[in-house]
């Protein structure tokens, strides 16, 4: 028995398409091969596709070029948009067509709405400006067409060439062999389909006039396509080009490019950081705007984590490389985003379904409608005015874009907010969440030891007190000692050089600090010392340590001299982001292996209710899977490896991309920033997405359930039913375009 084939997977970018049944077509294509699975944007113009090693990907663009379109597997490169001297846009070749078109197609339409302007043979002029606007304005159009006919499908061109040539080919006939070429031929002008016309009727301007409106169309899509992609390649466009490489002691500038992991390169004030690393010398301040939307600059110094594109605010930085090209989060935010628009949300699959049947059902609708009317009697030009009315009104183009264009720009605006949304079906998640589970370690806390305060003797001055102890402690790389050194330098408190430092394993240290002999640390190190701690002072460390606070005690001289008291500090946003949950209808759990003092200290700061504590790492899972089987709906919100198995549970994971990258890949949305306020901005753009989503899709369904019935009754002009077809179109794009705007 043969192994199975290892799954590989290619995206592909495919041109060619002008509707949803296009996409719908090319992914029936492709899902026929054996072991492919693939997706198909119709927005994006994107294939993702997963095969087999059996499968080729050249066997994978033929079988796309077999269907009538062109494709080539996509490069990142592509993403950035067209270079200087490239091809024109597609959207600025649209234009060209389109402002030609509607120069030739305009007076046609006025000649025949406004009998006033309809001179002593008119009509021939008509046919005259009318015949390049067909084969020339249209020729994409019927291109399509003739690739489908010859592939025996139909798609939304399908409609389009055959109501056009329709409408021309019965007015040349009316002209060359019926009455309408006679001089002095008057025509008037409806809204609804003319009863009893006759070959005296001419339709020119319907052809002309679908095709112009239709072509304004698809240039407000291309354009608004192109715009909504903007985002990301904006992103893609953040990356320094250049970088100054410190080689053997030497500087010199190179292409970003030939950097290698592990060099290290020079960041001046006013620069970009080239790629992601790690301060080897020098402090400053970055401004990480561009990748977090964080105004604040951070800053930075000896041993910190940098970000490729942030610029640099302050002092000259030298930095060692420690990821580049695909691997820094730049390209791998990028990633995300790309990935996430290439997906389809649950809805967007049944749309694609109902576009994909619907062209050849028009078409039905169309035959169908001629056939009534002709059956009842009127003239052959009605029945042909009402039957064209509905291939044109029909086409399936609103449906089709009404969920990529949302989730194009929605998650484009995700990315720059810092809010990274791995995929469609996220955005259904967001809507039934009621619950927020919070672990407290580097999400609602900062993860890091804090001073939180002094309580020195009596007697004795505070600043003495942290000028000495952060002396000693200056000896030590334990957490503690860090948090004790920090905290004297934020105060601005200068210290003393410590002399004769030892270090007691688990209790604490001693040392000399001028002519004083120095201990700090637990009660039974001063016992040691024969210290008697007074009791204020034991007051003072025993109500910290009921709080979950680690406190520390200061000695010299043979008596205690005060308490610092250590803390994981609350992230100064975490309050205002738990009362926005709240406002958004959802509880917060704060969930933490700390004892349950701590958590309930941390959890009365910042309004939270309900806390489960002293939860051991591979327990975190069970306690999402507990509040499920309560009937509750969970995010998970976490930063580190072991909130993995609790996020990929949870019914929406959101992890802080300032944790682990192990969070990260389980999260179903990242938060760039580590600010928990961006948990509500998460949930409020998923939800207005998805609103938006619903609501094109109300537009293209109901727009085309109300508005066939009216062409297949005679009550609609073609050429309003195009005008109307297009319009609807630029209403799904523009509508999506607003959340470009979410604040």
């Not at 609602?444 to 305060?453: F, N, R």
């Not at 503690?480 to 430092?501: D, I, L, N, S, Y």
């Amino acid at each position: 028995m043969s192994a199975p084939s290892a799954e590989r997977s290619v995206e592909l970018d495919i041109g060619g398409m002008t509707c949803a049944s296009c996409a719908a077509r090319i992914e029936k294509k492709l899902n026929r091969i054996d072991g492919v699975t693939a997706t198909v944007n119709f927005a994006t113009e994107k294939a993702r596709v997963d095969f087999p090693d059996s499968v080729t990907p050249d066997e994978l663009i033929e079988k796309v070029v077999d269907a009538g379109y062109t494709a080539h597997v996509h490069t990142s490169t592509d993403s950035t948009g067209p270079e200087q001297g490239s091809a024109p846009s597609p959207a600025a070749q649209l234009r060209q067509r389109l402002l030609v078109s509607a120069a030739l197609a305009i007076p046609v339409i006025a000649m025949a709405m406004i009998p006033a302007l309809q001179f002593r043979n008119w009509q021939w002029l008509s046919l005259t400006l009318a015949t390049p606007v067909v084969f020339w304005g249209g020729a994409a159009f019927h291109r399509a067409a003739w690739v489908n006919a010859r592939h025996a499908t139909a798609t939304m061109d399908t409609l389009i060439s055959l109501g056009t040539l329709a409408a021309y080919l019965w007015s040349a006939y009316a002209l060359f062999f019926g009455d309408a070429g006679m001089a002095g031929m008057k025509h008037g002008f409806s809204f609804a389909v003319e009863r009893g016309g006759s070959a005296s009727n001419i339709y020119l301007e319907v052809a002309a006039g679908v095709i112009v409106f239709i072509l304004a169309g698809r240039y407000f899509e291309t354009r608004a396509k192109e715009r909504a992609g903007s985002a990301l390649r904006a992103l893609l466009e953040l990356g320094a080009k250049d970088v100054a490489v410190v080689r053997d002691g030497v500087e010199s500038r190179i292409p970003v490019g030939e950097l290698r992991v592990g060099e290290h390169f020079r960041v001046r004030p006013g620069e970009k950081v080239a790629t992601d690393g790690v301060v080897v010398d020098g402090n400053s301040a970055l401004d990480m705007s561009m990748l977090t939307g964080e105004s604040m600059p951070v800053e930075v110094g000896p041993g910190d984590q940098v970000v490729g594109a942030t610029v640099n605010a302050g002092g000259m930085l030298t930095v060692r490389a420690t990821r580049i090209g695909a691997d820094t989060q730049l390209a791998q935010m990028a990633a995300l985003v790309e990935q996430a628009q290439n997906g389809k949300a649950p809805v967007q699959r049944l749309a694609d379904r109902v576009a994909g049947v619907f062209v050849p059902i028009v078409i039905a609708i169309s035959v169908a409608t001629l056939g009534f009317w002709l059956g009842t009697g009127v003239s052959v030009a009605t029945a042909f005015g009402a039957a064209v009315a509905v291939l044109i009104i029909a086409c399936p183009c609103a449906l089709g874009l009404a969920t990529p264009t949302a989730l194009l720009v929605g998650t484009g605006r995700g990315a720059q907010l810092g809010i990274l949304i791995k995929g469609p079906q996220v955005l259904e998640s967001t809507r039934r969440i009621d619950t927020v589970v919070l672990d407290k370690t580097g999400t609602v806390t900062t993860g890091k030891m804090t001073l939180a305060q002094v309580v020195p003797a009596e007697g004795v001055d505070e600043e003495e007190l942290l000028a000495v102890a952060a002396a000693v402690e200056h000896g030590s790389e334990h957490p503690v000692a860090r948090a004790v050194v920090a905290g004297a330098a934020e105060r601005g408190v200068t210290t003393q050089t410590v002399q004769q430092f030892v270090s007691h394993g688990g209790k604490g240290v001693q040392g000399m600090v001028g002519d004083r002999a120095v201990v700090i640390g637990r009660a039974e190190l001063l016992e040691d010392w024969a210290v008697t701690v007074p009791e204020p002072l034991a007051r003072a460390k025993a109500e910290a340590e009921s709080a979950g606070q680690t406190a520390i005690l200061v000695a010299w001289d043979r008596a205690a001299r005060g308490v610092l008291v250590i803390a994981d500090a609350v992230k100064p946003t975490s309050a205002e982001a738990i009362a926005d949950m709240r406002a958004l209808g959802l509880t917060p759990v704060l969930l933490t292996g700390d004892n349950a003092a701590t958590a309930r200290t941390v959890a009365q700061r910042v309004g939270i209710d309900e806390v489960i504590a002293e939860v051991l790492p591979s327990d975190k899972l069970d306690v999402v899977k507990q509040l499920q089987d309560r009937g509750q709906v969970v995010a998970m919100v976490g930063d580190g490896v072991n909130d993995a198995a609790a996020l990929a549970q949870a019914d929406l994971g959101l992890a802080m991309g300032t944790g682990t990258d192990v969070a990260i890949e389980a999260g179903d949305i990242t938060l760039v920033r580590g600010d928990l306020r961006t948990v509500g901005t998460a949930i409020r753009l998923s939800r207005a997405t998805l609103r938006t989503i619903k609501g094109n899709l109300f537009w293209a369904f109901g727009y085309n359930v109300a508005a066939l019935p009216l062409a297949a009754a005679g009550l609609l002009n073609p050429m309003l039913a195009g005008a109307a077809m297009a319009l609807s179109s630029i209403f799904v794009v523009t509508n999506s375009l607003r959340l470009r705007t979410f604040r």
